[in-house]
């Protein structure tokens, strides 16, 4: 008999729970490829790894470690997440956002997405950091596809503001205190995992994307579904391809991530109290 995603995501919730030393997250926080040195600014952090989590699967790709994280940043409890699950792994879209479930299932009501893209947009140069304030999903499939449970949410769920609002106001906000540029720009996500070709690429900026990743947008979906607020911020690590005259490497993505994941961390940091 397959057991309900309520009852998995409130089985898995309740292991962290007992896990994290009496820490109750408000906030959770998934970092992408290249990205986890965000973690090491956790405070008194219990880390978990994914394989001991009920139900959760294993992170296979470089760059994500694999590892879920408790502990306080900025006086604020989090969950933070190092490494996701993808769909190009394959892995089902339920499988892909559980661990969104399992944040709803604790109480978590805001959540920091991160990730690695390429930048189609003229302006958006490695190592630029982008909030996101809208996308495209062409991965062909949607996480909510199947029966629904109203115990998450409803049947129709509204995208119209997927990313908060007021959570991109103030994230421009901090980036203003700190010197930072932030641009803005629409994301869209494919199934990957091979990059896409010069003539995708060009449709793909016809369509109105600034950039492009595989992740991300399964999860902004669910966690709208779920009831809490997205703040997702690219970190863009290539030019994509047909843009530029080299190809592109994953090594080169990690490595341009690692360098502005330090910019990224800091941002997150100053952000995390202003959220909750």
Not at 5 to 31: C, M, N, Q, W, Y
Not at 45 to 58: R, T
Not at 107 to 114: F, M, Q
């Amino acid at each position: 008999m397959t057991i309900p995603v309520f009852d998995r995501a409130s089985e898995a919730g309740r292991f962290i729970h007992a896990r994290s030393a009496g820490k109750t997250p408000r906030i959770a926080v998934v970092l992408g490829s290249g990205l986890g040195s965000v973690a090491d600014c956790v405070e008194g952090g219990v880390e978990i790894p994914y394989g001991e989590i009920p139900y959760f699967v294993k992170s296979t790709v470089e760059g994500h470690a694999g590892t879920l994280i408790v502990g306080t940043c900025s006086g604020v409890d989090v969950a933070l997440m190092r490494g996701r699950f993808h769909f190009y792994e394959g892995y089902s879209m339920e499988e892909v956002t559980l661990p969104i479930r399992v944040f709803a299932a604790m109480g978590i009501r805001s959540l920091i997405l991160t990730n690695a893209a390429g930048g189609v947009a003229s302006h958006l140069a490695p190592g630029s950091l982008m909030v996101i304030t809208d996308h495209i999903n062409m991965m062909g499939e949607n996480p909510l596809r199947g029966p629904n449970d109203d115990r998450f949410g409803v049947r129709f769920p509204d995208m119209t503001a997927a990313y908060a609002p007021g959570y991109i106001e103030v994230a421009h906000e901090v980036a203003r205190e700190m010197g930072v540029v932030l641009a803005e720009g629409v994301y869209m996500a494919l199934r990957g995992p091979s990059y896409e070709t010069p003539a995708e690429i060009r449709m793909i900026r016809k369509l109105g994307a600034d950039a492009v990743g595989m992740s991300t947008v399964p999860e902004a979906i669910v966690a709208r579904h779920s009831g809490i607020k997205v703040l997702a911020v690219s970190c863009i690590t290539n030019v994509a391809a047909g843009l530029a005259d080299s190809e592109i490497n994953h090594e080169e993505v990690m490595e341009v991530g690692a360098r502005a994941g330090r910019q990224l961390s800091d941002l997150i940091l100053k952000l995390i109290p202003r959220l909750v």
